[in-house]
């Protein structure tokens, strides 16, 4: 059982409202990740982080923006959430010194009305 | 940066039947493959993976397969039951870098 924990599960929200998905894990990772899964199940890379202080873009331009303060916990942030926003949101992370799996959270499902 | 293809987008398969999921990948760097299965309303959890050391690796009904010449390697599931029913994805990466992932195959299997 992966140790890594996203709240909330689900959030249907206004359009303009800002919001914050969280994503925690106890593993000690260093590497952490966030994909955007659409409707046709592709993942899409629109942030990562090798460790604290350090973020970079991923593959897919996102509007979103990331921190990470602290090596367990690793927020994504919507200043002004838009329809085209909706989409579910998979938080993952590794450790870096090994090529070893990535293990996902369970994700939040963000409907933007 | 790595590209790595997956075929089918969907398969069915009848109840004790094997499925095939093959995946390609374009760096040669590449050498850690991972396979993750998504269940409906869960995160992707790693079912099997291989390392470009080994060419096969077996885990109760399920194998996979690489050819690093070829740059392709392939999931087989034997001996399918309902509860293989989910999404595949296939994934390439390299020491240090970031994982890319194939574009999913949704496997249903028919009781």
């Known amino acids: 059982e992966a140790d890594i924990y996203q709240t909330p599960r689900y959030l249907v929200i206004g359009t303009g409202k800002k919001i914050t998905l969280e994503c925690s894990q106890t593993?000690?990772?260093?590497?952490m990740y966030w994909y955007q899964q659409d409707p046709g199940m592709e993942l899409h890379l629109i942030h990562y982080?090798?460790?604290?202080?350090?973020?970079e873009k991923g593959d897919l331009s996102s509007e979103s923006t990331v921190s990470r303060i602290r090596t367990e916990h690793f927020p994504l942030t919507l200043e002004s959430a838009r329809p085209s926003h909706t989409s579910q949101y998979l938080c993952?992370?590794?450790?870096?010194?090994?090529?070893?799996?990535?293990?996902f959270g369970q994700g939040t499902r963000l409907t933007v009305v | 940066g790595e590209n790595v293809e997956q075929h089918p987008s969907t398969l069915s398969v009848q109840e004790g039947d094997s499925a095939v999921i093959k995946c390609t990948y374009s760096?040669?760097?590449?050498?850690?493959f991972p396979w993750y299965k998504q269940e409906l309303g869960k995160g992707p959890q790693l079912i099997i993976d291989i390392r470009s050391n080994v060419g096969e690796k077996k885990d109760q009904r399920i194998a996979v397969t690489l050819n690093k010449t070829a740059k392709h390697f392939s999931l087989h599931i034997t001996e399918t039951q309902p509860e293989d029913s989910a999404v595949y994805f296939c994934a390439a990466s390299t020491y240090g870098n970031q994982f890319y992932f194939g574009t999913g195959t949704s496997l249903t299997v028919i009781p």
């Open positions: 982080s090798y460790g604290v202080n350090s973020t």
């Open positions: 993952a992370s590794s450790l870096e010194q090994m090529n070893t799996e990535a293990f």
């Open positions: 760096d040669s760097a590449s050498n850690y």
């Open positions: 593993m000690g990772h260093d590497k």
